[in-house]
């Protein structure tokens, strides 16, 4: 039983484009499990701390008002391999440069408004589930369709 997990988010501008249901098709037909998701209209206190790598950077500003827009949808996505794999869904940082089938490569053009997050690492996901779901926690239930995903479940 695969259980890595990854934190995928979609940001304000994806919800605002009606893409919410667009980015869980893609990690829910790929075979991924839904275990966390909800609504939030994150604080700026809160956008500093999942970004807390970036300060600094030119552009935190400029980002962290973007993410502080509107409401994002946050999720958790189990399976195998699934952070290197959110990462190869989701597509590069700059979408001019992700690869057509990948969700930044279909539906976003500039890196400011590139629609969707996941997390880098391992050790990066665990930080973000617990920043973003640390008091919700994620749900633990089987499916029996992981036979027909999984060689060995
Ligand atoms: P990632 O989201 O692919 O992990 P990071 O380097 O962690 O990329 O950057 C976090 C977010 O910051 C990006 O998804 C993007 O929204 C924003 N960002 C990164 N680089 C730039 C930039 O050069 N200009 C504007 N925004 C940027
Ligand atoms: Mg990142």
């Given at each position: 039983m695969a259980t890595e997990q990854t934190y995928i988010m979609v940001k304000p501008d994806g919800v605002q484009r009606g893409l919410v249901g667009e980015i869980i098709k893609r990690f829910e037909t790929r075979g991924f499990q839904l275990v966390a998701l909800k609504m939030v209209h994150a604080s700026v206190e809160h956008l500093e701390e999942h970004y807390k790598d970036l300060?600094?950077?030119?552009?935190f500003p400029g980002l962290i008002k973007y993410m502080n827009s509107g409401p994002v949808v946050a999720m958790v996505w189990q399976g195998k391999d699934v952070v290197k794999q959110g990462r190869v869904l989701l597509g590069a940082t700059n979408p001019l440069a992700s690869a057509p089938g990948t969700i930044r490569g279909d539906f976003a053009i500039d890196v400011g408004r590139n629609i969707c997050h996941g997390s880098d690492s391992v050790e990066s996901a665990k930080a973000e589930i617990a920043l973003w779901f640390g008091q919700d926690g994620t749900i633990s239930y089987s499916r029996a369709v992981d036979a027909w995903i999984y060689e060995v479940s």
């Open positions: 300060k600094g950077k030119g552009f």
